[in-house]
């Protein structure tokens, strides 16, 4: 069984196709469980944010996996396969941990070295562990992803180098209105978005902030949260006239801003970080208002003109501790590989050696206790010095281009069935609620 990863992001294809084949909600648990329902899937995870939507699997066939969860795709979007199929990209075994790696730690990020990306990475892992889908396998490697971006945000510049797509937003915003400090500012919606977007806003010295939210329970709440202002839903309107910034991220299927909800106000910069989008795009014809978006964000301009302020070097920091990483976690793998086949032999030997005394027990009834019980011993002794080199080595093969080819050999010249019994190996699980650790022993 190897991990396979199937999926399309911002890297591969358009905003408007990731608008449609990303999911959330129901349609997100009903793509997880139609991934599981294939004979050929036995766990998996999907990953999907407003940049990439990915499938993560444990499969036995490679090509028959790919097709599959490709065809699920293109079903739950709607998206013809045909399309659908030229933005998509396969990472199989090695290269599929490796990009795992590379997407905890924000390196595949629209903006690199965002930080959120952990936090969905993690939501998806306990999706995948409430509906059952997740095993030994990915739970591991997930954990070790969220440790290694973990790592990378603690050890290097990357969070600070790379900002997220709120201050690279609100960095546009100041190209076009000046500094934004003391302009009255709109944040439309009250998720996790909107919050980051509001404490940003009010970290870089905009104190007259107004929240509107279909819910308007939470929109006071977030206001307050800021010392902002709330609105009701219905007063958007008037208060898209009144704002000089404005932000947008809700959960809406449909345009939330509209062309003629814009049409009075004066200078304006929108930025519209929702997917699907909240604002009409038809908002970039009218005079005096900027609208940024994450298509803007996607062909560059969030990058143009500024200061690198160090994230090379810390890009190449977060790249070297995920190569050291990916090794570490693969060569560990390939231990646990040739880990069932020295249990198999230690068992055969095992079974040998109690065979054989009892033959002896057989044979010599009157032998006395304390002597079959040092000959037992002397037998268990030679057996166990005879067998420590060759699993000894076996394991420090296993970490050589040619690793498998050792314990092959291994099973065949003992006619060892790896199988029974199976390697115990203990995973670690991390409750995303609490962050505690627990530990529990499952077959591999």
Do not use: W
């Amino acid at each position: 069984m190897s991990v396979l990863v199937v999926g399309v992001s911002h890297r591969t294809a358009p905003v408007a196709l990731l608008e449609r084949v990303s999911v959330s909600g129901d349609a997100l648990v009903k793509l997880l469980h139609d991934v599981q329902q294939d004979v050929r899937v036995a766990e998996s995870m999907v990953v999907s944010t407003c940049n990439r939507v990915e499938v993560y699997a444990v499969v036995d066939r490679f090509h028959a996996a790919v097709n599959v969860i490709s065809e699920l795709l293109g079903v739950h979007s709607g998206v013809p396969l045909e399309r659908l199929a030229g933005h998509l990209y396969v990472h199989y075994e090695d290269r599929a941990v490796e990009h795992l790696f590379s997407v905890g730690s924000g390196l595949d990020s629209m903006v690199l070295g965002e930080g959120q990306i952990l936090g969905q990475v993690r939501a998806a892992l306990k999706l995948a562990q409430e509906r059952g889908t997740l095993g030994p396998v990915l739970n591991d490697l997930v954990q070790q992803a969220l440790r290694v971006g973990k790592r990378s945000h603690t050890e290097t510049g990357i969070d600070r180098a790379g900002a997220s797509l709120v201050a690279v937003g609100l960095a546009l915003a100041e190209r076009t209105l000046g500094p934004i400090e003391g302009r009255r500012a709109l944040v439309v919606g009250a998720g996790s978005m909107s919050a980051l977007s509001a404490t940003t806003l009010r970290r870089a010295g905009v104190t007259d902030i107004t929240v509107v939210n279909r819910t308007h329970e939470r929109a006071v709440r977030l206001a307050q949260a800021v010392g902002g202002r709330a609105a009701a839903f219905g007063e958007l309107a008037g208060e898209l006239a009144r704002a000089d910034l404005v932000v947008s991220c809700t959960g809406a299927t449909d345009v939330v801003i509209t062309a003629g909800m814009v049409s009075s106000a004066g200078e304006t910069f929108l930025l519209d970080l929702a997917l699907p989008h909240d604002v009409d795009p038809a908002v970039r014809r009218l005079p005096g208002v900027t609208l940024v978006d994450l298509e803007s964000m996607q062909d560059g301009t969030a990058d143009a003109d500024t200061d690198d302020g160090g994230r090379a070097a810390a890009v190449a920091s977060v790249r070297e501790i995920v190569a050291d990483e990916v090794a570490a976690y693969l060569s560990a793998e390939r231990v646990a590989r040739v880990t069932p086949t020295v249990v198999a032999l230690r068992s055969k030997a095992a079974d040998v050696v109690e065979a054989e005394l009892g033959r002896l027990a057989a044979r010599l009834p009157g032998l006395d206790g304390r002597v079959r019980d040092e000959v037992a011993q002397a037998v268990r002794r030679v057996v166990d010095k005879l067998l420590h080199e060759p699993t000894v080595r076996v394991k420090q093969l296993a970490d050589s281009p040619a690793g498998d080819h050792y314990a092959e050999a291994l099973r065949e010249l003992f006619n060892l069935d790896p199988k029974v019994p199976d390697a115990v190996r203990r995973v670690e699980s991390v409750d995303t609620e609490t962050g505690k650790t627990s530990k529990k022993e499952v077959g591999r």
